[in-house]
């Protein structure tokens, strides 16, 4: 895991919580990043800036009994860290095993 998140090919991961309004809806495995290759420059203002963040996305893997009832919306992910980030929810992916366990993934964004 990287100390910073902000250059492309940055990558976040580990064992968190998913939160809503404070409350905890389920512990999950996350892999967050920032695109290592990009084909595009960011400059709506007119001055040259890197803000790569806004790009960032990844994966969320919950237990099958958890995603049952995840809706497709904004969360709070506390980190392994405990920082906090707000992702969006973009749709569940598939179903997969993780460390030998049953988990369901979703694609999310970094809000």
Known sequence: MTASFIN????LEGRG???Q???LIAGVDYQLTIPGQTHFL????GNIRSDYEEHAGGFILLSPEDAEN???TEYTLELVNKHKRTIHVERRYKNI???GEA???FWV???
């Open 8 to 11: 492309p090919g940055d990558v």
């Open 17 to 19: 919580a998913l939160l």
């Open 21 to 23: 309004h404070g409350r």
């Open 42 to 45: 960011i400059n709506p203002s």
């Open 70 to 72: 995840l809706a497709l």
């Open 97 to 99: 095993q993780h460390k």
């Open 103 to 105: 988990r369901v993934s």
């Open 109 to 111: 964004k970094v809000v």
